[in-house]
């Protein structure tokens, strides 16, 4: 049997690329944990933990997910410095953007490194936690769209003008989440819910979810008019739907209950996070080979997996 697929260097550094996604929705989401639990602080000094790198004694819950998420940030840094250094080393047989494109993510590494380390010392400022925020969902998508480069090259399978809709899709969902950041590092909900304080900042990021969420469906449904799309991407379109639907859901609830069930909360997030995966991908997905990726025939008929 015969595949035609990306050159081994491509190909490796596309499935590596792709486990790099996973680790990135999973920082984002134990980082929501982290600030669900109260425990942004229980790591007082950065970038140890009680002055140690696994603080035995002081180990419970609350350390253990600050801890959990400084180590899954730092091997986020340390395999993207790999890739980095790996597209440099084949930059020969890789396209010209690549080693560009990972310099720039090491760089948003480091920055999110610093914010990381501000959020502890300055003990916690919104502003600073939601720009650490915005910077994660930054990494998400462009690593979401690096890895479909990599693995399925080429032209983009849409046209200019619906990939353009894409992406005011894909802004939507990040600013809609950023205000929902907006609204947990100040405490609006509960206050607006408990007090009847701060109901304008609840109120903005509620009216908003309409009309981000009417883009979002409106993207896949134009997506969806085109056949070839049909066809071959319907598992990420029905994915798209599900999320949102299920985003819906997960911010109602959250508010009829109060916001009282952190597990409600920690999911809204990761489903806004999977959104901007999901579409960062659909987006950056190509049609065809490129010259870099010239056809490798491959006679096994058991192919490695890959996650993401």
Avoid at 71 to 98: C, E, M, N, R, Y
Avoid at 128 to 144: K, N, Q
Avoid at 176 to 195: P, Y
Avoid at 241 to 261: A, D, K, R
């Amino acid at each position: 049997m015969q595949f035609n697929y990306p050159p081994k260097p491509r190909l490796r550094l596309g499935q590596l690329a792709a486990h790099v996604v996973v680790a990135l929705i999973a920082l984002v989401v134990i980082g929501g944990a982290t600030r669900v639990m109260e425990a942004g602080l229980a790591c007082p000094d950065w970038p140890l933990c009680y002055g140690s790198f696994l603080p035995g004694r002081q180990m419970n819950l609350q350390v253990f997910l600050e801890w959990f998420h400084r180590l899954d940030a730092f091997f986020v840094g340390i395999v993207l410095i790999i890739q980095f250094a790996f597209s440099l080393h084949w930059a020969k047989t890789l396209p010209k953007w690549l080693p560009w494109t990972y310099g720039f993510l090491t760089l948003l590494v480091a920055l999110q490194g610093f914010l990381g380390a501000l959020t502890v010392l300055q003990l916690l400022p919104s502003v600073v936690v939601i720009a650490h925020l915005a910077v994660a969902f930054t990494l998400v998508s462009i690593m979401s769209g690096v890895t479909q480069q990599l693995l399925n090259p080429g032209n983009s399978i849409f046209p200019l003008w619906l990939r353009h809709f894409g992406f005011l899709s894909l802004f939507s969902v990040i600013a809609q989440s950023l205000i929902g950041s907006r609204v947990a590092t100040s405490w609006a909900a509960q206050r607006c819910l408990d007090f009847g304080d701060s109901c304008n900042l609840l109120g903005l990021h509620r009216a908003s979810a309409i009309p981000v969420s009417f883009l979002v469906i409106l993207f896949v449904i134009l997506s969806s008019l085109q056949r070839d799309v049909l066809v071959n991407q319907w598992p990420y379109l029905l994915t798209i739907i599900f999320l949102i639907v299920s985003q819906i859901f997960l911010g109602v609830f959250s508010i009829q209950l109060g916001m009282s069930e952190p597990s409600l909360i920690i999911g809204h997030q990761l489903i806004a996070c999977l959104l901007v995966a999901v579409i960062s991908a659909l987006n950056f997905k190509g049609r065809e080979m490129d010259e870099s990726s010239k056809s490798l025939f491959i006679t096994q008929s058991t192919l490695e997996t890959c996650h993401g």
